[in-house]
């Protein structure tokens, strides 16, 4: 199993990043899939998550900035994030949602002026 998250980077307060998270000898489809973040310090949190046919559900820190949405057919999920705070810094995982499969590198998202 890989599951090979990418798309992070530093970006300053109120700006943009869309992360990947592509999936090997994994099959997303049929899984609910999900974005989790870990600050340093802090356990890891789930972020937001999406259904198979599309419903997603968003943690109460991000609603309304980040959006998740997902390929079956590439075996992909993204996470489009907008209007970024200092809070938002983590390293960005993504998994299915439940029995999670070995989670992989991760991608750090820093978001500082």
């Known amino acids: 199993v890989q599951l090979q998250a990418s798309g992070g980077g530093l970006v300053q307060p109120g700006g943009s990043l869309r992360l990947s998270c592509a999936g090997s000898?994994?099959?997303?489809?049929?899984?609910?899939m999900a974005w989790y973040r870990q600050a340093p310090g802090k356990q890891r949190e789930l972020v937001a998550h999406?259904?198979?046919?599309?419903?997603?559900v968003y943690a109460d820190s991000v609603k309304g900035r980040f959006t998740i949405s997902r390929d079956n057919a590439k075996n992909t999920v993204y996470l489009q994030m907008n209007s970024l705070k200092p809070e938002d810094t983590a390293l960005y995982y993504c998994n299915r949602v439940g029995a999670n499969w070995s989670w992989g590198q991760g991608t750090l998202v820093t978001v500082s002026s």
């Open positions: 999406i259904f198979n046919g599309g419903s997603t």
């Open positions: 000898r994994v099959i997303f489809s049929g899984n609910i």
